[in-house]
């Protein structure tokens, strides 16, 4: 009978009305979202990937989902990204309109109280790389690569031809011809967002850094974007160029590749195109563009400025108090000297980081590269940067062959980006 | 302070030993059985309860990854085609406005579009129709897959999705058709941007299969959790599969569901509720099971607890009773004989068994022995000190002195030549020699008889002729057999002084012997003046009495008959209790001492 009274009388008492609990669960990480072009082939994936590695390591509650990608996807993707509510949290984008159109669409954090409330973060950058991140007086982005763009040469290849490298335009005509006598490819190139380097460098020449920073005036391009594009015409009658059959499809490693493996003599490359050259580095160098005499640029000049490795927090983070917290911990990790020396000796990058370099053991290339930079006489910003770069590709890029092979007029295809443009609402 | 348990206390030592024994028994077991058992139900019930509501939550954590995993994907996809460069530029009306397309370059990009939508409605079984409309809303293009009559165009509300499409800021949003309180229509929206300028350029519905949906509870749901909800954050009813819909969304209980996940018992409906959140759609998951399903597997352990309690109980009492048996009996048999014994008789204890109860048996049984032994001799050493003290009153006279004397007369009579005196000198003589020597030695019955003569000439001195002997002996055997000495002498002496004595003829005393029924019957008759008859029933009752009672009433009586009474003790003392003196008389008549003693001597 007890028994019976114990058991019956348990099972009503035990539950109580209204017995509540919450799951047991595990704390939620703050999730970081990344874009970059660093990604896949690039040769700052690696360096980037390792940063982002011991930053987790160190912060066990942030986890970051890097979705960088290479080459000309990119842009694409951070684009519709932006324009889909699918923002990044923390992404790295060059200057130029991209970012404008970003910023003026509020979408990017504004950094400015954050750097001064850190002012060893701040003054760890050389302070000349703050401009380009400026916008009406607010600092947006952390400019932490420092590029540049020059004529890549395999000197062996001149040596053994017996082949003077070029100092202006003529002397490269002269050079181009010496080499297809000798079946070499005078510069490797191919019809890509990385291909039309040659032709910028030809415009930045022309036009010196002023007209470059400002393209359009009174509805149309200036006349040096028409005339870049003839030299390059001039240069691709000569055969400067691989031929059409080896350029259909090519890839940009291929392109690079050519080089590498000194079936071609000369590229125009940027900075990061360094870290890939992981062999018989003395057999290879970097000077400066050759001149061109009805230029505007004071000679020796050099187009230099930032690239991707420019960092931004977009304003959905900044909203979100965790990952706040957490996007400025990584930029702090990203942009720090460590960081700085982890991708000058991983890649050779050169960065708006003060850092000893002594002690970096940068190679030959680079150190040329900085030499160069000394140098130059005008550091002009790379003209990409600052025209409409959807634009550009779709109607400059993509249409370069046409121009190149006399299908299409030079005046034409930047009609074209005019009328873009206008269509975009970005122009009268 | 008084002892609370002093009553508890008593009530068990005044309890049987066989209830003690059954009580204490029950103790032991069943206590521990029973706080075992409850102990064990509890934590059962517990841990029941506990697994219950882990294994469904369980269930709602793997449906909800199920249906995030959907949505993700539908996102995904809604993703991938705004990556779609053709759509993208169909929608900023890019195309309508260039000179350059020509009305092929427009029909292939159609064309390619459309390809685009079919490639996702056809292999995702999730949609079922894809469809994009321009802001200025004079552009709109559609795909549906077929697998329903559902027509994709008439079912689009642009004003109403698009204002629902809005709230996303690009994101993916949720839009339902209701009818009859559950969704009817499920819309994936989504408002496309401008990339350059994020202006809003047009809107992206998808027709999701609610089927896909419902397949996030496929092969998950089993009997006890068939009330599975599915609520959109302004409590709709995007998916059920509960019959009972109402039951779930109480208004009341749906407050207490904000935070992530968790369970909570409504004892009103009798219902465990589990839910879980979604983060992103923010949607919640629920169900509920009733309690009794819940409880069923504690309540069978209840029933079975209990049922092993009442089953324990009853076999504990049946071997209880059947070893308490085997202690109380012998217990028993002792108290019993014990009481025998109070009462003076003693019967020896069956024993069968070695253990201490046979020992305290077989002890008591000779100890009981020993007591009835004990008993006999003090009785015997009660008479023997009686006539001890008759002894030393005859001893007052120098017995030598006495022999002396009657020497003395009887030379002297012989001298004198008076041979009556020279006789009853010589009889009296003889009659004190005997008497001297008097113990329970046994004489034959012959030399009884012969004291008895003398006896009786001595007092024919007195009563002269007025006396008589008459002896009568059924055969001479009887002479020889032997009987404690001086037996018959003092019943002679009674039937002389109380019968004969007084009466006016002549006193005729009979002694007759002989055997009847293996017993040797000596019977002592006079004619004298007999007794009434209360005399006669009060003597027979005295003698009667077994020698206990009579040690411990009578004994120490004055009475007349205290002569026949110590003959008859002695006839109890030497022969056993059945053997002795039975009186009869008339009144004026006559009275008869019968004695009956065995013939063998029964005596130890």
Request: some cysteine; hydrophobic content about 40%; proline content about 3%.
């Amino acid at each position: 009978m007890l028994s019976i009274t114990l058991l019956s009388s348990s099972c009503v008492n035990n539950i109580k009305p209204s017995d509540y609990v919450d799951f047991n669960e595990e704390k939620q990480k703050t999730e970081l979202r990344f874009i970059s072009s660093w990604g896949g082939i690039d040769p700052q994936a690696e360096p980037l990937n390792m940063v982002f590695n011991e930053f987790m390591e160190n912060n066990k509650g942030i986890d970051i989902i890097n979705e960088s990608v290479s080459g000309e996807d990119f842009l694409t993707k951070i684009k519709v990204d932006f324009a889909s509510g699918f923002d990044p949290d923390v992404f790295g984008l060059w200057p130029g309109s991209d970012i404008n159109a970003l910023i003026n669409a509020g979408k990017v954090a504004d950094l400015t109280d954050v750097l001064s409330q850190d002012p060893e973060w701040k003054e760890s950058f050389k302070p000349d790389a703050w401009a380009d991140t400026t916008y009406n007086g607010l600092i947006y982005g952390l400019p932490f690569e420092r590029i540049f763009e020059g004529l890549f040469i395999n000197k062996d290849l001149f040596d053994q031809y017996k082949i003077k490298i070029p100092k202006d335009f003529e002397e490269l005509k002269k050079a181009v011809l010496a080499f297809r006598a000798h079946d070499k490819i005078p510069i490797a190139l191919n019809y890509s967002s990385e291909g039309t380097f040659l032709y910028q460098n030809i415009l930045a020449s022309l036009a010196g850094k002023y007209i470059i920073q400002n393209p359009i005036s009174g509805g149309s391009v200036k006349d040096c974007y028409i005339k870049a594009m003839e030299y390059m015409k001039e240069l691709y009658t000569i055969d400067a160029f691989p031929t059409q059959e080896m350029v259909n499809g090519m890839d940009n490693k291929t392109r690079d590749n050519m080089f590498i493996k000194k079936d071609a003599a000369m590229i125009v490359q940027g900075s990061w195109f360094i870290g890939k050259i992981d062999h018989d580095v003395d057999t290879v160098d970097i000077i400066p563009f050759p001149t061109i005499n009805d230029g505007v640029a004071k000679s020796p000049s050099l187009v230099y400025g930032l690239g991707c490795g420019t960092f931004y927090m977009s304003k959905n983070a900044w909203n979100d108090k965790e990952k706040r917290k957490a996007a400025i911990k990584l930029l702090k990790a990203l942009t720090s000297q460590k960081s700085a020396q982890l991708f000058a000796l991983k890649s050779g990058m050169i960065s708006t980081i003060n850092i000893d370099r002594a002690g970096l053991n940068y190679n030959y290339l680079t150190q040329k590269g900085l030499q160069l930079i000394d140098n130059a006489k005008e550091l002009i910003g790379p003209p990409d940067s600052y025209v409409d770069r959807t634009a550009w590709e779709e109607k400059i890029v993509k249409q370069f062959i046409y121009v190149l092979n006399g299908k299409r007029e030079a005046s034409s295809v930047w009609n074209d980006y005019l009328y873009d443009l206008r269509m975009r609402n970005l122009i009268e | 302070m008084k002892n609370p348990f002093r009553g508890l206390i008593k009530i068990y030592k005044d309890l049987p030993i066989k209830r003690k024994m059954l009580y204490i028994s029950y103790f032991q077991i069943l206590i521990p059985v029973i706080i075992i058992g409850f102990v064990s139900y509890i934590i059962s019930e517990n841990l029941i309860q506990t697994k219950s509501i882990n294994y469904s939550l369980d269930l709602m954590r793997t449906m909800e990854l199920r249906l995030t995993d959907c949505v993700n994907n539908l996102t995904s996809i809604s993703q991938d085609l705004l990556y779609d460069n053709n759509i993208y530029d169909r929608l900023k009306g890019k195309d309508r406005y260039n000179y350059n397309i020509t009305s092929l370059d427009e029909f292939e990009k159609k064309n390619t579009i459309d390809n685009t939508l079919n490639k996702y409605t056809f292999s995702r079984s999730e949609i079922q129709a894809i469809y994009f409309e321009t802001y200025d809303r004079k552009d709109k293009f559609y795909r549906d897959n077929h697998s329903v009559k559902k027509d994709i165009k008439a079912l689009v509300k642009y004003d109403l999705m698009s204002a629902v499409a809005r709230k996303g800021h690009g994101k993916a949003m949720w839009y339902f058709t209701m009818n009859n309180g559950k969704a009817d229509n499920l819309f994936l929206l989504r408002t496309i941007y401008d990339r350059d300028n994020f202006k809003e350029i047009g809107l992206m519905v998808f027709l999701v299969n609610k089927e896909l949906f419902e397949s996030v509870y496929k092969g998950l749901v089993n009997d006890e959790m068939q009330n599975v909800v599915i609520i959109s954050p302004d409590n709709k009813i995007i998916l059920s599969r509960s019959p009972d819909t109402s039951n779930l969304l109480n208004k009341s209980r749906l407050r207490e569901t904000n935070k992530r996940g968790g369970w909570m018992i409504d004892q009103n409906k009798k219902t465990l509720f589990t839910y879980v959140s979604m983060d992103d759609p923010n949607w919640r998951i629920m169900s509920y099971i009733p309690l009794k399903l819940l409880y069923k597997d504690i309540y069978d352990f209840r029933t079975l607890i209990i049922m092993l309690c009442i089953l324990t109980a009853f076999l504990l009492t049946l071997i209880n009773m059947k070893i308490s048996k085997d202690f109380v009996t012998p217990i028993k048999r002792l108290e019993n004989a014990m009481k025998q014994i109070q009462k003076g008789s003693h019967k020896d204890i069956e024993v069968d068994r070695n253990d201490e109860l046979g020992f305290i048996t077989r002890t008591f049984n000779e100890m009981s022995k020993e007591i009835s032994h004990l008993i006999t001799w003090i009785y015997r050493e009660q008479i023997t000190r009686k006539e001890a003290q008759l002894k030393a009153l005859q001893s007052q006279i120098n017995p030598h002195f006495l022999f002396n004397t009657l020497e003395s007369i009887n030379w002297m009579a012989q001298l004198q030549n008076v041979p009556e005196i020279s006789d009853m000198v010589t009889a009296l003589s003889s009659l004190m020699e005997a008497n001297i020597g008097r113990d329970d030695k046994l004489i034959p019955l012959r030399d009884e008889f012969k004291y008895i003569d003398h006896y009786i000439a001595i007092l024919k001195n007195r009563f002269e002729d007025r006396i008589q002997l008459k002896v009568y002996v059924d055969n001479d055997d009887i002479l020889e057999l032997e009987i404690p000495k001086l037996l018959i002498q003092p019943i002679i002496e009674n039937a002389v002084y109380h019968g004969i004595c007084d009466i006016n003829k002549k006193g005729v005393i009979n002694l007759n012997s002989y055997i009847e029924y293996g017993e040797l019957i000596i019977e002592v008759v006079d004619n004298g003046i007999g007794m009434d008859k209360e005399s006669v029933k009060a003597l027979n009752e005295t003698l009667a009495m077994d020698n206990d009672t009579y040690f411990r009433t009578r004994a120490n009586e004055e009475r007349k008959s205290i002569g026949l009474e110590n003959v008859n003790r002695r006839i109890k003392l030497f022969y056993g209790e059945k053997y002795g003196l039975r009186i009869t008389s008339e009144k004026d008549e006559f009275t008869k001492v019968r004695v009956t003693i065995p013939l063998k001597d029964n005596s130890e």
